[in-house]
């Protein structure tokens, strides 16, 4: 195999991997996300676990509203960066706080 063509194919191969994300768990228990402030990236997925035998939401005005049944999991896959508060809908006492990089 000629050496210049062995140098593109690995060249693109490096360029086309995608990076690794990362799903981050937020559990739900007697109407508090633990952990309540979670870090993550663009690409990343947070999964609520819902340990409550109520239903509850995680909402961010103007954003995202991920609906979470009682005794289930919800999810949502980040896709911009920035610093978001979330709460839930049925329980506004309930917060919590993403940061999300680039």
């Not at 060249?11 to 990076?19: K, R």
């Not at 991920?66 to 978001?84: D, H, R």
Request: include cysteine; aromatic fraction near 6%; charge should be positive.
């Amino acid at each position: 195999m000629r050496p210049l063509l062995l140098v593109s194919m690995l060249a693109t191969a490096l360029t086309a991997s995608p990076a690794c994300a990362a799903t981050i768990e937020v559990t739900i228990d007697k109407l508090v996300f633990s952990p309540a402030s979670v870090q993550a990236k663009v690409g990343d997925t947070i999964e609520w676990m819902n340990n409550d035998v109520f239903a509850h939401t995680a909402t961010v005005k103007g954003g995202w509203d991920v609906k979470i049944p009682a005794k289930s999991k919800g999810k949502i896959t980040l896709k911009t960066a920035g610093a978001v508060d979330y709460f839930c809908r049925f329980h506004p006492n309930m917060k919590g706080h993403v940061e999300v990089a680039p």
